[in-house]
């Protein structure tokens, strides 16, 4: 059974740092795509970053493209998201994604084979 958890989440002021970390159990964790989606509340869920099973290849959104990091550590089995310079539109519930090799998904949501419970980002101005 595969899982994903993220962690990291709080409410933080408007130019502040997060860290959001996901672990993953129950799949070969260097032969997936990992990456991170986020919802805001009435707004459809939109693509942040995502990165390639052996970290060599990148994605950003153009709204956090600058500001935000996805790195993984394959012997951990964990992908991280650094997220700098935070502004409020950047509130939203915050979910880590899975997608198996040979495909290299891009940015819409069905692409992704696993998703976690999400862990919620408040940023206040």
């Known amino acids: 059974q595969v899982q994903l958890k993220e962690s990291g989440g709080g409410l933080v002021q408007a130019g502040d740092s997060l860290r959001l970390s996901c672990g993953a159990s129950?799949?070969?964790?260097?032969?997936?795509?990992m990456g991170w989606f986020r919802q805001a509340p009435g707004k459809e869920r939109e693509f942040v970053a995502r990165?390639?099973?052996?970290?060599?290849?990148?994605k950003y959104a153009d709204a956090v493209k600058g500001r935000f990091t996805i790195s993984r550590d394959n012997a951990k089995n964990s992908v991280y998201l650094e997220m700098n310079s935070l502004k409020p539109e950047d509130t939203a519930v915050y979910y880590c994604?899975?997608?198996?090799?040979?495909?290299?998904?891009?940015?819409?949501?069905?692409?992704?084979?696993?998703w976690g419970q999400g862990t919620q980002v408040t940023v206040s101005s």
């Open positions: 994604v899975a997608r198996k090799r040979p495909v290299v998904p891009g940015s819409t949501p069905d692409e992704y084979d696993y």
């Open positions: 129950g799949l070969t964790f260097n032969t997936y795509t």
């Open positions: 990165i390639s099973w052996r970290g060599g290849s990148t």
